[in-house]
């Protein structure tokens, strides 16, 4: 994992990237040169246009998700992926390359042969995603452990859609841990370093949490260290692979002494000049289709069109939250609030609909002009459901330090919340996102959450 602008970025994802992207560049300069007319063809303006082509279309199609692993049992979501990526990036390549400054010079068989490899490139990419986490960009991992801890961190390295290494086995430490563990992993007990050196292991991870009596030894971890290999411990795993700050690992003393959880005044104008502009944007873009939502409520249920609740904002502040009705008029009847589920009986045909395609969110586009919300941020709760959340779940009240968000980091990572478990795991995501918010990490959980909505992934 690489750290851009205080975001986690897989190793290999960044060099399929690079890789793509100097195909692309070099297929448009090879055409050019092959295909085009060199009358008046000035390479100065060809190669930073080539170079922007290529650019543009990887970071397209980085947005819907491809250089994200598919695998067996996701191939419908695979094909989902490859057939958007293919839908949408070649009417935007044929229209990027007709204002190129080349578009002139270039024949009919010049755009085809690009706009050809562009497709080509896309659809092997999909197939290569697909196979199993094996080959020359994935890293080889040992983990130190072999108890429930280290358990888990195998089911979340070899989760579908989520697998990018492969792990060698698990090393059993001195000590009376309980094995619970897949045996035929299990390695021989031995000196790490001989074990990592034997096995070419890129990365250790440390899934112990005693580390005293003799435990595990720091020397040979410092050994690890000093070779060139990344050590990982519990906490720094779950924030780098998982993009979450597990609650079982957080102690009060990391917040206050670790990096990150800073919101200085910079970040907030830039962030909030990110929001006004863009939340504008799309009221214009998605206006159509607001007006034609509210006409499909009233001709179903009636008024009202729109839902206005009280929800908990930055530094606990309530505030009114406004969205298309999706549930019938008397959803709380008894005045007892309730989890919304994925599958709720209260919701209308129409809120099945804009609830899918999140059409209900759009009115708060307007909460985000009036200063009360953030595009992107942990989703604001009802008072009643924060109250109750921060009695049971420790550091909830943590996520109120930013603005809420239309969208957010833990609504494009984990499926629909409708209950205090639900509400704790979304709180891991919502602490890695306090804790690394950047414009960049906002701009990704953006792109996330069109192909969430396109592709039928992740949350409701």
């Known amino acids: 994992m690489l750290k851009v602008f205080s975001h986690y970025l897989p190793t290999h994802a960044l060099q399929q ?6 195909v692309l560049f070099s297929v448009v300069l090879c055409a050019i040169a092959v295909l085009g007319s060199h009358e008046g063809l000035e390479w100065v303006a060809c190669v930073p246009s080539a170079l922007t082509f290529a650019a543009l ?39 990027v390359f007709r204002v190129l400054p080349w578009a002139e010079m270039a024949p009919l068989a010049l755009q085809w042969s690009i706009l050809v490899s562009l497709g080509v490139l896309l659809l ?13 960009f994935i890293p080889r991992v040992l ?11 195998h089911l979340d390295l070899t989760r579908p859609l989520q697998r990018s290494v492969e792990v060698v086995g698990f090393l059993p430490v001195s000590g009376n841990e309980r094995i619970e563990v897949e045996p035929r992993l299990m390695l021989p007990p031995g000196n790490l370093m001989d074990v990592a050196r034997k096995l070419r292991v890129d990365e250790v991870i440390v899934a112990v ?9 720091l020397r040979e971890l410092l050994d690890c260290k000093l070779a060139g290999l990344r050590i990982r411990d519990l906490s720094s795993f779950f924030e780098c692979v998982q993009g979450q700050i597990r609650l079982d ?46 006409v499909l409520i009233l001709l179903e249920d009636g008024a009202p069109i729109f839902y206005a609740q009280e929800r908990v904002g930055l530094g606990g502040r309530v505030f009114r939250v406004v969205k298309f009705r999706s549930m ?18 209260r919701v209308t045909r129409i809120g099945k609909v804009i609830r899918k395609l999140r059409i209900d969110e759009l009115p708060q586009l307007f909460n985000v002009l009036r200063g009360d919300m953030s595009l992107v941020g942990p989703r604001p709760e009802r008072p009643f459901f924060v109250e109750q959340l921060t009695e049971q779940i420790p550091f909830y009240a943590v996520r109120h330090c930013v603005k809420p ?42 792109f996330e959450t069109v192909r969430v909505v396109l592709t039928g992934e992740g949350a409701h």
């Open 124 to 136: 092997a990419r999909g197939v290569f995603n697909q196979r199993q986490a094996a080959g020359m």
């Open 249 to 294: 690992s957080l102690r009060a003393s990391w917040l206050i002494y670790g990096d990150g959880f800073r919101q200085g005044w910079l970040r907030t104008f830039v962030k909030r000049c990110f929001d006004l502009v863009v939340a504008m944007l799309l009221l214009l873009v998605f206006m159509p289709i607001m007006i034609v939502t509210a």
């Open 143 to 153: 983990i130190v452990g072999t108890g429930r801890d280290a358990r888990q961190v």
């Open 17 to 22: 990237v690079l890789f793509d992207a100097a």
């Open 209 to 217: 949490r005693e580390r005293r009596g003799g435990v595990l030894s």
């Open 405 to 446: 968000g239309v969208t957010g980091w833990a609504q494009v990572r984990y499926q629909y919340g409708a209950s205090v478990d639900d509400a704790a795991e979304k709180l891991q995501y919502d602490l890695y996102y306090v804790k690394n918010h950047t414009l960049v990490l906002d701009t990704l959980v953006l």
């Open 57 to 95: 279309m990887v970071g397209m199609n980085a947005a819907m998700g491809l250089y994200r692993p598919f695998y067996e049992r996701s191939r419908r979501q695979a094909a989902v992926r490859v057939l958007l990526s293919l839908v949408v990036s070649i009417p935007v390549a044929y229209f």
């Open 328 to 345: 019938r008029r008397d959803a709380e009847r008894d005045g007892k609030p309730r989890w919304a589920s994925a599958n709720d009986d």
